[in-house]
């Protein structure tokens, strides 16, 4: 007799596994534990054989039924229902594998080792964000320009225009790298180009006029706040690297004695030396007298395992009312590169070396962090020298230090 919804239900384990049949080979095997499973017993090439169709009550007697027929479906057109289910599964296991976010994954795990953590965290956390939870689990060969643009037109709505610039590129880099390692044939972000809102270019305030400028310095150096913020603020114009590079220094990575500070660019993580002027010695020698025994140069005023808070000078200059549209943390770098480019005559190469930004030779070979490094090391003492005669009401010509003319461009 057919089995039925109450007998299953009711049915008791007993001291040895007992088996009630259904039809069609169907029935259902209860073991002394308890547990209910729905097995097939089917022949195929002569041979008796076993097939598992589901747990109870996670599969019912009549799911139970529906897959006993697709299997005797099988059957009957020379396929053994076990074979199939192995080939199915490891379909599946292939596809996952070949996923956007399983290559993707594997992408990010391969460069990441390149990219300084922050760089990473956020190209990790805006694909985890905006892009795996649409098109993650799709097979990467299978994704079209239109579904990817549909993923970045999400991101546009809620006007994270540059986001979404990012996003498009970290997809295309994804899509390349499938295609490299044979999982994809061709990459649909290169279909979307023009298709994205155009980002408009942000530009960080600086202001360049020498008698502005001067009285930020002079400013600078009264501030009535920390001694560890008024320092950093004042080091910042002299040191001009990135805004997270200063916030974070250690005093592991300085060299007093030979006025060098080395440490790995956040930007390239590549090693970069900025040299070290006397008059940024001598706002590290007064705070060397506070933090200088601990990690870093310029701690947090709340924990002092912790680098200070990015907004620490920001807030710092807006309470000397230096506006934000005259000045940032970041501002110190394009002041330093346009100042000793069009005021002072130094050679370009010289300053983008400092600025740490890539810089090849005529053959294309990256430059190494120590490339014109004495003639760096003049330029930074000319720079600090330059900023002292501005703060002093010097200006034109007069503001002009004297300096090595090997310097020039």
Same mark, same amino acid.
């Given at each position: 007799?057919?089995?039925?919804?109450?007998?299953?239900?009711?049915?008791?384990?007993?001291?040895?596994?007992?088996?009630?049949?259904?039809?069609?080979?169907?029935?259902?095997?209860?073991?002394?534990?308890?547990?209910?499973?729905?097995?097939?017993?089917?022949?195929?090439?002569?041979?008796?054989?076993?097939?598992?169709?589901?747990?109870?009550?996670?599969?019912?007697?009549?799911?139970?039924?529906?897959?006993?027929?697709?299997?005797?479906?099988?059957?009957?057109?020379?396929?053994?229902?076990?074979?199939?289910?192995?080939?199915?599964?490891?379909?599946?296991?292939?596809?996952?594998?070949?996923?956007?976010?399983?290559?993707?994954?594997?992408?990010?795990?391969?460069?990441?080792?390149?990219?300084?953590?922050?760089?990473?965290?956020?190209?990790?956390?805006?694909?985890?964000?905006?892009?795996?939870?649409?098109?993650?689990?799709?097979?990467?060969?299978?994704?079209?320009?239109?579904?990817?643009?549909?993923?970045?037109?999400?991101?546009?709505?809620?006007?994270?225009?540059?986001?979404? #610039?990012?996003?498009?590129? @970290?997809?295309?880099? +994804? /899509?390349?790298? =499938?295609?490299?390692?044979? $999982?994809?044939?061709? *990459?649909?972000?290169?279909?979307?180009?023009?298709?994205?809102?155009?980002?408009?270019?942000?530009?960080?305030?600086?202001?360049?006029?020498?008698?502005?400028?001067?009285?930020?310095?002079?400013?600078?150096?009264?501030?009535?706040?920390?001694?560890?913020?008024?320092?950093?603020?004042?080091?910042?114009?002299?040191?001009?690297?990135?805004?997270?590079?200063?916030?974070?220094?250690?005093?592991?990575?300085?060299?007093?004695?030979?006025?060098?500070?080395?440490?790995?660019?956040?930007?390239?993580?590549?090693?970069?030396?900025?040299?070290?002027?006397?008059?940024?010695?001598?706002?590290?020698?007064?705070? #060397?007298?506070?933090?200088? @025994?601990?990690?870093? +140069? /310029?701690?947090? =005023?709340?924990?002092?395992? $912790?680098?200070?808070? *990015?907004?620490?000078?920001?807030?710092?200059?807006?309470?000397?009312?230096?506006?934000?549209?005259?000045?940032?943390?970041?501002?110190?770098?394009?002041?330093?590169?346009?100042?000793?480019?069009?005021?002072?005559?130094?050679?370009?190469?010289?300053?983008?070396?400092?600025?740490?930004?890539?810089?090849?030779?005529?053959?294309?070979?990256?430059?190494?962090?120590?490339?014109?490094?004495?003639?760096?090391?003049?330029?930074?003492?000319?720079?600090?020298?330059?900023?002292?005669?501005?703060?002093?009401?010097?200006?034109?010509?007069?503001?002009?230090?004297?300096?090595?003319?090997?310097?020039?461009?």
């Amino acid at each position: 007799m057919p089995l039925t919804d109450v007998a299953v239900r009711k049915v008791k384990p007993s001291d040895k596994t007992k088996k009630l049949f259904d039809s069609g080979g169907l029935y259902l095997e209860v073991s002394p534990s308890g547990g209910r499973w729905w097995r097939l017993k089917y022949r195929y090439g002569g041979k008796e054989k076993r097939l598992s169709l589901g747990v109870y009550p996670e599969t019912s007697l009549k799911e139970a039924r529906k897959r006993r027929d697709e299997s005797r479906q099988l059957l009957e057109n020379g396929v053994d229902p076990s074979v199939s289910r192995k080939a199915l599964k490891s379909a599946r296991a292939e596809s996952s594998a070949n996923s956007f976010e399983a290559v993707a994954r594997e992408w990010f795990e391969r460069r990441s080792t390149d990219w300084v953590e922050d760089h990473g965290n956020r190209i990790i956390r805006r694909l985890e964000r905006d892009v795996f939870p649409r098109i993650g689990r799709r097979p990467i060969s299978e994704i079209s320009a239109p579904e990817l643009l549909d993923v970045l037109r999400r991101i546009e709505k809620r006007g994270a225009i540059e986001t979404a #610039h990012r996003a498009l590129s @970290n997809c295309g880099q +994804v /899509f390349r790298y =499938a295609i490299a390692t044979a $999982r994809a044939e061709r *990459d649909p972000s290169g279909d979307l180009k023009g298709a994205l809102t155009a980002v408009k270019a942000k530009h960080f305030a600086a202001t360049t006029d020498p008698d502005r400028l001067g009285l930020m310095l002079t400013a600078m150096d009264g501030y009535h706040g920390t001694t560890t913020v008024r320092c950093a603020m004042r080091l910042a114009p002299l040191v001009f690297v990135r805004p997270g590079e200063l916030r974070k220094a250690e005093w592991a990575h300085f060299d007093l004695g030979a006025a060098e500070w080395r440490y790995q660019a956040s930007k390239t993580a590549t090693p970069h030396i900025v040299p070290l002027s006397r008059q940024a010695l001598e706002i590290l020698q007064e705070i #060397h007298h506070i933090t200088g @025994n601990g990690r870093y +140069v /310029f701690p947090s =005023a709340r924990s002092p395992s $912790r680098p200070m808070s *990015d907004n620490a000078i920001l807030a710092a200059m807006r309470r000397m009312d230096i506006g934000k549209d005259e000045m940032t943390g970041h501002g110190f770098r394009a002041v330093a590169r346009t100042i000793l480019d069009e005021v002072l005559g130094i050679r370009p190469d010289y300053i983008e070396h400092q600025l740490a930004h890539r810089v090849r030779d005529p053959h294309g070979r990256a430059y190494n962090r120590t490339a014109h490094l004495d003639e760096r090391r003049k330029m930074m003492q000319v720079w600090a020298d330059y900023l002292d005669a501005i703060k002093s009401g010097k200006t034109g010509t007069d503001a002009l230090p004297s300096s090595d003319q090997s310097l020039a461009s």
